[in-house]
Nanobody, 120 residues
Framework: QVQLVESGGGLVQPGGSLRLSCVASGRIFSIDSMGWYRQAPGKQRELVAAITSGGTTTLTGSVKGRFTISRDNAKNTVYLQMNSLKPEDTAVYYC??????????????WGQGTQVTVSS
């Protein structure tokens, strides 16, 4: 099995910054894409950012210029640097990863989520 553990969420004032981290552990041969999703109360879960094993990134429009996604393949870790945070960024943020096991079978996994609250 594979576990994804997020950290770094919390309460921050508008205009502030937070850095989320997600570490993957378990029976991992390799990790293809990793990403961050978020879900605000009463809304559907949405993709925030994703990054391939080669470093190609995707960011949803509302966070471009403010958020940066990066990863450390050696540590099976993905990061989300969030700057200039706005109240509308408030949500539970979930880590997601496409992981290949030692039989090269790919499965998708989710973390448990970390709360980000942007409020004065």
């Amino acid at each position: 099995q594979v576990q994804l553990v997020e950290s770094g969420g919390g309460l921050v004032q508008p205009g502030g910054s937070l850095r989320l981290s997600c570490v993957a552990s378990g029976r991992i041969f390799s990790i293809d894409s990793m990403g961050w999703y978020r879900q605000a109360p009463g809304k559907q879960r949405e993709l925030v950012a994703a990054i391939t094993s080669g470093g190609t990134t995707t960011l949803t429009g509302s966070v471009k210029g403010r958020f940066t996604i990066s990863r450390d393949n050696a540590k099976n870790t993905v990061y989300l640097q969030m700057n200039s945070l706005k109240p509308e960024d408030t949500a539970v943020y979930y880590c997601n990863a496409d992981v290949r096991n030692f039989r090269y079978i790919r499965n998708n996994y989710w973390g448990q989520g970390t709360q980000v609250t942007v409020s004065s």
